[in-house]
């Protein structure tokens, strides 16, 4: 199961932390005022049953022949019952009711002489039932008072307590999202720093914190930014330095060696084949330099590219039609992507792609640009045995060969060309990979976003 954020940690915590308190508030609020309502209902009922009871027995006791209008004038609504229960005569007044509906216990308490109150529910409607003993006739006085308006005052106050405490938890949820997204902030933008700075970009700095918490932050990763910055300026600027001091030896021994190979005819045994080692040699150690400096070069200047429209079916073709040999068909797809880029850098890309295959993989068997996903995509398959998924990855480390590392020879390489590749996708905001070919060798996929057209 999918983890929640931090950031959504935090506001659910809240937001419970929200339902709680306000649970709690609204169970006391109702407690208290329910309570409070219903005992005034109770206590003023009781009371105006006691005054109406008296009227009635002072009635009997005085023999008046006005009883009916009597407890037709007690009976204050068209929902309010009142009962007098007398030796074989029941009189009933207002709302008719059954009076088995009413409970017999609370029937014979008023018998006995006990005052009694209980709420009841009588066809469908809430009351308030009170009997009161009738002395003067040995009777019972009973009166239903209705509890309409409370019950509906309590169910109002009910909807609001439990809206109101809802509407508290998702309050909650929502201030601990911001509070929460407000105080990850400076986070979100190390995070994003520190992924530009991984990305080859070391100009990424924090920008600077008014919040004492958060200076000391800032200044240290753009101090540790900054000496990373400089030691990767300083290690390019050495090997760019190194190479470039190479450069006249290296082409003096690329000239001798050429010299040396034009006579190998000439020199046999031992002499030959330590010549065929040398020569190789060189021209490897030629193609290392040239590789360096590039990326010493790309080091120094992460933000040179000169960018431009790029046809990039055109590019392809360009490059794989001045390659010496058999040329490799270029296959496209319905529209030629456009990219934002370096022409340079994007022809050495495939250069050193196809270089590899010759080199390592029998040769290019397929070249193929095209569209896809808002990207275009640019494929070199060979004719090798493919490369394992374990050096994958590896491949475009420098001066990483793969299963040739520690080998020698003409055709080995310098372990640089691949790394370039990914360092040039890489600042073209693409990336670079290698999957299996269907029917056997690698495919070498590049892919770029498109120009906005």
Request: charge should be neutral.
């Amino acid at each position: 199961m999918r983890r929640l954020t931090l950031r959504w940690r935090v506001a659910v915590a809240l937001g419970l932390g929200s339902l709680l308190v306000a649970s709690t508030l609204a169970i006391a609020t109702w407690n208290l005022t329910s309570g409070y309502m219903l005992r005034q209902r109770e206590q003023s009922g009781i009371r105006q049953a006691e005054v109406n009871a008296r009227l009635v027995d002072e009635s009997l006791r005085t023999g008046s022949h006005g009883l009916d209008e009597l407890l037709t004038g007690l009976s204050t609504g068209p929902d309010s019952t009142v009962l007098l229960f007398r030796p074989g005569q029941v009189l009933t007044s207002g709302r008719q009711v059954d009076a088995g509906a009413l409970p017999r216990r609370l029937l014979e308490l008023g018998r006995r002489g006990v005052p009694a109150a209980q709420r009841l529910v009588v066809d469908g409607i809430p009351i308030l039932a009170v009997t009161l003993p009738i002395t003067s006739a040995e009777g019972t006085y009973v009166e239903l008072a209705p509890l309409v308006q409370l019950d509906r005052a309590f169910r109002f106050l009910s909807w609001l307590l439990v809206a109101g405490t809802v509407a508290s938890g998702l309050l909650g949820v929502a201030l601990g999202a911001w509070a929460s997204g407000q105080a990850l902030r400076p986070l979100t933008a190390l995070t994003a720093a520190a992924s530009r700075i991984a990305g080859g970009d070391l100009r990424a700095r924090l920008p600077a914190q008014t919040d004492p918490d958060l200076t000391s932050l800032a200044t240290t990763f753009n101090a540790t930014a900054d000496a990373l910055e400089q030691r990767v300026v300083q290690d390019a600027r050495f090997a760019g330095d190194v190479s470039h001091e190479l450069r006249s030896p290296l082409t003096t021994m690329v000239n001798a060696a050429a010299v040396l190979r034009r006579r190998r005819a000439e020199i046999t045994g031992t002499a030959g084949k330590a010549l065929e080692l040398l020569t190789s040699e060189v021209d490897r150690f030629a193609r290392m330099v040239v590789d360096l400096l590039e990326i010493s070069r790309t080091d120094q200047r992460a933000d040179d590219l000169a960018l431009e429209p790029i046809d990039m079916v055109v590019l392809v073709g360009n490059v794989v039609g001045a390659r010496p040999g058999p040329v490799v068909p270029v296959e496209t797809g319905a529209s030629a992507p456009q990219v934002l880029g370096d022409r340079r850098r994007l022809d050495r890309v495939v250069a050193n792609l196809l270089d590899n295959a010759e080199h390592h993989a029998g040769g290019a068997v397929r070249v193929a640009v095209f569209s896809r996903d808002g990207a275009a995509r640019l494929e070199v398959d060979d004719a090798g045995p493919g490369v394992p998924a374990e050096l994958r990855d590896r491949i475009f480390d420098r001066f990483d060969r793969g299963a040739r590392a520690g080998s020698r020879g003409g055709d080995i390489g310098s372990g640089l060309g691949l790394a370039l590749v990914a360092q040039h996708v890489q600042r073209h905001g693409g990336t670079v990979h290698v999957e299996e070919r269907p029917g056997g060798g690698a495919r070498f996929v590049v892919e770029i976003p498109e120009a906005e057209r």
